[in-house]
């Protein structure tokens, strides 16, 4: 019995470093948010939705649509010259949100791209669709074009596009409370 109560405690304090060590703290300071949505309304929605939550908490935050040229890709973000100008406006961490997908328990993934390659994938889920009862979000914080910090958003019971925005504001809010602002 012994035995087994020493190599139960083993296996609980492995767990736990290890998860400790994979849980770094995240917090927010600035951030340019990207909806990745094919939708023009749809990544406005976000974007500014997002901007205002971030500016109650002090956190310096630009959208996409303010530096991506209407009509243009936002592939030129990863661009150098754009980045060093983000810099200079005092933003180094960039925001990627899409939809995940509708109805399902997702798991996290296991494997990021980096910032270029994740930009190029398409997204074609829209913010809302009429059959759907929740819609999943993933939150992935790059700096240095390096993933920094993962999160799948998951709402639920969702019956328009405003009810989506109004109720993934409110789980942002409560990240932004318990974890990323500062």
Known sequence: MKTYLTIFTLLIGF????????DEPFTLSNV??????DELSDRYSIEVGL????????????????????GGSPDVLA????????????????LLVSVRGYNNRFSPSEE?????????????????RESATSVTFTFTFYRENKPVHYELIKI???G????VMKKLLKKVNRR???DWAE
């Open 160 to 163: 328009s596009t405003d009810a």
């Open 15 to 22: 767990h736990f470093s290890t998860f400790a060590q994979h």
């Open 176 to 178: 932004l409370k318990r």
């Open 112 to 128: 990021l791209s980096d910032f270029s390659e994740e930009l190029q994938l398409g997204h074609l889920f829209p913010l809302f």
């Open 79 to 94: 661009n150098d010259s754009v980045q060093t100008s983000l810099e200079n406006k005092g933003i180094d961490t960039y």
């Open 32 to 37: 340019l948010v990207i909806a990745q949505q």
């Open 51 to 70: 901007l205002q939550l971030f500016n109650q908490y002090n956190i310096q935050s630009m959208a996409s649509l303010n530096v991506v040229k209407r």
């Open 156 to 158: 639920g019971s969702v």
